[in-house]
């Protein structure tokens, strides 16, 4: 028995001692290389699954998210963004893609897909089938990648990378209006097998090695994102401050809160003193100050919030900034200050609040009737740029959607509201307020003739109604007619602005930029009210055609009326000249079928002119009535709120502005070839004194026939009219192209520039300057100028959208 026993031992220890060797080896092996011994093909690289754990888990602020924006937040930042997949935050991410375009003309109105607000977890987006780009089943690291979508497109675009060189294959589709293509987890084989050059970043260069294997990385990890950050410290003071401000009981507060809301509901809000990337946005919510904020998902501000009470809240903005729809705003002790003696210390009565029914709601002039009228416009006024950029940038992510045919270019200027005009008159106004009515009352109408059979004739009897006071001014003479033209009294750049408005796209600059435009608009209290109510408050991306449609006609209305004030500051006997030069094509059939009273046309106003070339002798006249804040509009331009960093010798600064001006002077035809906007890296000796510029084509439309018409359905008599603007910083959303070239060869750079004829000098032109998608340079290129850009403008900058990005 002993001996049994002791051959029983001696084969018990070695059977622990073979199963502690055979844990030992599956321990080291990791539960990856388990997984990885099933059977079946696999959509997981093996070796991408053992670099999957490096040391220390993978950190997403500081790893993963700097990924995420340069090489996916570029094209998936905004409502545009292909599959509606927003990779700007983690709730983008978990909420997923859809199917379901946002741009697309629709006979009902679709419910909104705000991310933050239309939903509040992943299940309610998948009941509104939106799907995965996670995993979404078992939880380990083969599975977190395997039913990835976002993996399988990664990994598909390092399977088969794009070409380096030249233009990209017609294969792919880079339109803005090119047909989507959504593929889900069921179908990513079949999609891959169909378009192989279709991986993740699409039509982009490849990711690096480390750019990849973090993402990679991360995925695997399980794509966690850290909780999103409170308020910091110098924030929570003056959030507290700020709504009990705001949510004050009293009726003249209430009315006053209602009118800051439904002008600031966009901005990304930015208080004095706090962290430079630190913003927030005011919206009305279920919960008073001091519990969590629970926002009220209405379309429109001014939308009825419900019977329960609601409180104006301050929550902080989460997902990364992209420069479309990053619109500041700056609160401070001094601001609530100036509100209070705008709205609060004047002696009015507000005896009963008005209400949120739609035909009075969507009315500004009914709603804040009791609020002075010159302090509504003071507000507006202080801040103007704001407002402006607020419809032509905004977070509408295709300006053609929301806006008729407008000038490339255009100076925008105010009436002074200290002056006299019978616009600055709370009683005229409140006598037309029923013709001031806008459409976005009617919601989603199905009714296309309305904006004829109603509001052009409201807009007609205000028209009407304004010409029978204009035919009673006296006639001044040009230097004191100058006076009703707001010069920001001395100090506030906003008194004049500078409207770039590509086809899909757009920004706002200070001051007057660029050579004298074909037209500019000078802006009353009720226009630039109605503008703000029509295209930002009022506009819905998601509402039906006819909506979209009736918003685009009267923001023609308004486009005239603006144009109509500044024709008003010319000699009667050119004014109609003028103006018909401006009504071509487009404008013509907007003429014939919406005819405004013009007898004021030939109501003389002002005298003094001097030469035959008036409207240029006004822009002169402009330009010296603004001149006090023309410095500080450049600075702004070039350097944000903040003062310019150092600057390179004034020698070699001259020496390339000069360069540029041969760019600025080319027209017409041997523009055809270039991109709407494009960005200039000049490289200097020392890399951290490169200079940026910015060319911005301004094309003309004189005899497009369609609103609906791009660049392709343009004439040889627009083509000849167009112009180019060359500016010392980087303006716009959505760079077309990228340039890089030395300070030693500015000359030949700008001399090769303006002797382009044909498309093939431009593809010569690009050769030898220029950085194409297929460029191994691209990536290095966009970040330096996205760089570029957050130093210089450290709090109103943003990433730039690539989404439009030309393969020439």
Same mark, same amino acid.
């Given at each position: 028995?002993?001996?049994?026993? !002791?051959?029983?031992?001696?084969?018990?220890?070695?059977?622990?001692?073979?199963?502690?060797?055979?844990?030992?080896?599956?321990?080291?092996?990791?539960?990856?290389?388990?997984?990885?011994?099933?059977?079946?093909?696999?959509?997981?690289?093996?070796?991408?699954?053992?670099?999957?754990?490096?040391?220390?888990?993978?950190?997403?602020?500081?790893?993963?998210k +700097?990924?995420?924006?340069?090489?996916?937040?570029?094209?998936?930042?905004?409502?545009?963004?292909?599959?509606?997949?927003?990779?700007?935050?983690?709730?983008?991410?978990?909420?997923? #893609?859809?199917?379901?375009?946002?741009?697309?003309?629709?006979?009902?109105?679709?419910?909104?897909?705000?991310?933050?607000?239309?939903a509040?977890?992943t #299940?309610?987006?998948?009941?509104?089938?939106?799907?995965?780009?996670?995993?979404?089943?078992?939880?380990?690291?083969?599975?977190?990648?395997?039913?990835?979508?976002?993996?399988? *497109?990664?990994?598909?675009?390092?399977?088969?990378?794009?070409?380096?060189?030249?233009?990209?294959?017609?294969?792919?589709?880079?339109?803005?209006?090119?047909?989507?293509?959504?593929?889900?987890?069921?179908?990513?084989?079949?999609?891959?097998?169909?378009?192989?050059?279709?991986?993740?970043? =699409?039509?982009?260069? &490849?990711?690096?090695?480390? @750019?990849?294997?973090?993402?990679?990385?991360?995925?695997?990890?399980?794509?966690?994102?850290?909780?999103?950050?409170?308020?910091?410290?110098?924030?929570?003071?003056?959030?507290?401050?700020?709504? !009990?401000?705001? &949510?004050?009981?009293?009726?003249?507060?209430?009315?006053?809160?209602?009118?800051?809301?439904?002008?600031?509901?966009?901005?990304?809000?930015?208080?004095?003193?706090?962290?430079?990337?630190?913003?927030?946005?005011?919206?009305?919510?279920?919960?008073?100050?001091?519990?969590?904020?629970?926002?009220?998902?209405?379309?429109? +501000?001014?939308?009825?919030?419900?019977?329960?009470?609601?409180?104006?809240?301050?929550?902080?903005?989460?997902?990364s900034?992209?420069?479309? !729809?990053?619109?500041?705003?700056?609160?401070?002790?001094?601001?609530? @200050?100036?509100?209070?003696?705008?709205?609060?210390?004047?002696?009015?009565?507000?005896?009963?609040?008005?209400?949120?029914?739609?035909?009075?709601?969507?009315?500004?002039?009914?709603?804040?009737v009791d609020?002075?009228?010159?302090?509504?416009?003071?507000?507006?006024?202080? $801040?103007?740029?704001?407002?402006? @950029?607020?419809?032509?940038?905004?977070?509408?992510?295709?300006?053609?959607?929301?806006?008729?045919?407008?000038?490339?270019?255009?100076?925008?200027?105010?009436?002074?509201?200290?002056?006299?005009?019978?616009?600055?008159?709370?009683h005229?106004?409140?006598?037309? #307020?029923?013709?001031?009515?806008?459409?976005?009352?009617?919601?989603?109408?199905?009714?296309?003739v309305?904006?004829?059979?109603?509001?052009?004739?409201?807009?007609?009897?205000?028209?009407?109604?304004?010409?029978?006071?204009?035919?009673?001014?006296?006639t001044? %003479?040009? &230097?004191?007619a *100058?006076?009703?033209?707001?010069?920001?009294?001395?100090?506030?750049?906003?008194?004049?602005?500078?409207?770039?408005?590509?086809?899909?796209?757009?920004?706002?600059? =200070?001051? *007057?930029?660029?050579?004298?435009?074909?037209?500019?608009?000078?802006?009353?209290?009720?226009?630039?009210?109605?503008?703000?109510?029509?295209?930002?408050?009022?506009?819905?991306?998601?509402?039906?055609?006819?909506?979209?449609?009736?918003?685009?006609?009267?923001?023609d209305?308004?486009?005239?009326?603006?144009?109509? &004030?500044?024709?008003?500051?010319?000699?009667?006997?050119?004014?109609?000249?003028?103006r018909?030069?401006?009504?071509?094509?487009?404008?013509?059939?907007?003429?014939?079928?919406?005819?405004?009273?013009?007898d004021?046309?030939?109501?003389?106003?002002?005298?003094?002119?001097?030469?035959? $070339? /008036?409207?240029? @002798?006004?822009?002169?006249?402009?330009?010296?009535?603004?001149?006090?804040?023309?410095?500080?509009? %450049?600075?702004?331009?070039?350097?944000?709120?903040?003062?310019?960093?150092?600057?390179?010798?004034?020698?070699?600064?001259?020496?390339?502005?000069?360069?540029?001006?041969?760019?600025?002077?080319?027209?017409?035809?041997?523009?055809?070839?270039?991109? $709407?906007?494009?960005?200039?890296?000049?490289?200097?000796?020392d890399?951290?004194?490169?200079?940026?510029?910015?060319?911005?084509?301004?094309?003309?439309?004189?005899?497009?026939? /369609?609103?609906?018409?791009?660049?392709?359905?343009?004439?040889r008599?627009?083509?000849?009219?167009?112009?180019?603007?060359?500016?010392?910083?980087?303006?716009?959303?959505?760079?077309?192209?990228?340039?890089?070239?030395?300070?030693?060869?500015? %000359?030949?750079f700008?001399q090769?520039c303006?002797?382009?004829?044909?498309?093939?000098?431009?593809?010569?032109?690009v050769?030898?300057?220029?950085?194409?998608?297929?460029?191994?340079?691209?990536?290095?290129?966009?970040?330096?100028?996205?760089?570029?850009?957050?130093?210089?403008?450290?709090?109103l900058?943003?990433?730039?959208?690539? !989404?439009?990005?030309?393969?020439?």
């Open positions: 028995m002993t001996g049994r026993h !002791n051959i029983s031992i001696s084969k018990l220890v070695a059977l622990v001692f073979f199963i502690a060797l055979l844990s030992a080896f599956l321990f080291y092996q990791s539960p990856i290389s388990l997984l990885s011994t099933q059977s079946g093909a696999s959509a997981v690289d093996e070796s991408e699954l053992l670099l999957a754990f490096p040391d220390s888990p993978v950190e997403f602020d500081q790893q993963v +700097p990924v995420l924006e340069r090489r996916c937040v570029v094209c998936h930042g905004c409502y545009d963004a292909p599959c509606q997949l927003k990779l700007s935050s983690g709730e983008g991410v978990q909420r997923g #893609a859809s199917k379901e375009l946002v741009y697309s003309p629709r006979i009902t109105a679709t419910p909104p897909t705000r991310l933050f607000i239309d509040k977890s #299940a309610e987006w998948r009941s509104r089938d939106f799907f995965a780009i996670l995993n979404e089943g078992d939880q380990n690291p083969k599975q977190n990648l395997e039913g990835s979508l976002l993996y399988r *497109l990664l990994r598909l675009k390092q399977q088969h990378p794009q070409p380096r060189t030249d233009l990209l294959p017609d294969t792919f589709t880079l339109g803005l209006d090119r047909e989507q293509t959504c593929p889900t987890l069921d179908s990513v084989d079949q999609y891959a097998k169909e378009h192989p050059l279709w991986g993740m970043p =699409y039509a982009m260069p &490849n990711l690096s090695e480390q @750019e990849y294997q973090t993402l990679v990385s991360w995925l695997a990890q399980g794509a966690q994102t850290p909780p999103a950050p409170g308020p910091s410290t110098a924030v929570l003071p003056q959030i507290e401050r700020w709504e !009990n401000f705001l &949510n004050r009981s009293f009726n003249k507060q209430r009315l006053v809160s209602r009118y800051l809301y439904e002008h600031l509901f966009h901005a990304h809000i930015h208080f004095v003193g706090s962290p430079m990337r630190e913003f927030y946005r005011l919206v009305r919510s279920t919960t008073p100050p001091g519990q969590a904020i629970n926002e009220i998902p209405t379309v429109r +501000p001014y939308d009825d919030p419900g019977a329960a009470p609601f409180y104006y809240r301050l929550t902080r903005y989460q997902p900034i992209v420069i479309k !729809n990053h619109i500041v705003y700056e609160f401070s002790d001094q601001r609530m @200050e100036h509100y209070r003696k705008l709205f609060l210390a004047p002696d009015f009565k507000v005896r009963e609040l008005p209400s949120y029914e739609p035909e009075i709601a969507s009315n500004p002039f009914k709603v804040f609020l002075p009228l010159k302090s509504r416009y003071r507000f507006l006024l202080d $801040d103007a740029r704001f407002f402006i @950029e607020g419809f032509i940038k905004g977070p509408v992510c295709r300006g053609q959607i929301a806006l008729s045919v407008i000038e490339d270019q255009f100076w925008v200027l105010f009436f002074d509201p200290d002056q006299e005009v019978f616009t600055n008159d709370a005229f106004i409140g006598s037309v #307020a029923d013709d001031l009515q806008l459409p976005a009352d009617r919601r989603s109408s199905l009714n296309p309305s904006i004829w059979t109603d509001y052009w004739q409201r807009q007609r009897r205000y028209m009407a109604t304004k010409q029978t006071l204009f035919e009673k001014i006296n001044h %003479d040009i &230097n004191h *100058l006076g009703y033209i707001w010069d920001g009294d001395g100090d506030n750049p906003n008194a004049s602005l500078t409207v770039f408005r590509p086809f899909d796209s757009g920004s706002v600059s =200070y001051g *007057l930029v660029g050579d004298a435009p074909e037209t500019a608009w000078v802006v009353d209290y009720p226009l630039l009210e109605r503008i703000h109510y029509l295209l930002v408050a009022g506009f819905n991306v998601y509402g039906n055609v006819v909506h979209q449609v009736n918003t685009r006609i009267y923001m209305f308004l486009r005239m009326e603006g144009e109509d &004030n500044f024709l008003a500051f010319l000699p009667a006997d050119q004014r109609k000249d003028i018909d030069s401006w009504y071509k094509g487009l404008r013509t059939g907007v003429e014939k079928f919406f005819k405004a009273p013009q004021w046309l030939k109501v003389e106003s002002v005298s003094g002119y001097k030469t035959a $070339d /008036s409207q240029g @002798e006004l822009y002169r006249y402009i330009k010296n009535r603004v001149a006090a804040v023309a410095a500080r509009a %450049d600075v702004i331009n070039r350097c944000g709120i903040h003062d310019c960093p150092g600057q390179l010798p004034e020698t070699d600064i001259t020496l390339v502005d000069t360069a540029m001006e041969k760019i600025a002077r080319m027209r017409g035809a041997d523009l055809y070839a270039f991109p $709407d906007v494009a960005f200039v890296r000049v490289r200097m000796d890399p951290e004194q490169d200079l940026t510029y910015s060319l911005i084509r301004n094309k003309a439309y004189k005899n497009v026939t /369609s609103f609906l018409a791009d660049e392709h359905e343009r004439d008599t627009d083509i000849d009219s167009d112009t180019i603007t060359v500016t010392k910083w980087l303006e716009g959303s959505y760079p077309n192209f990228f340039f890089s070239v030395a300070l030693s060869e500015i %000359d030949a700008t090769s303006a002797a382009i004829r044909s498309f093939t000098d431009y593809e010569k032109f050769d030898l300057y220029g950085i194409r998608r297929t460029d191994p340079a691209f990536w290095e290129t966009a970040d330096w100028f996205q760089d570029e850009y957050a130093r210089n403008k450290p709090i900058s943003g990433l730039f959208d690539l !989404n439009r990005y030309h393969n020439r």
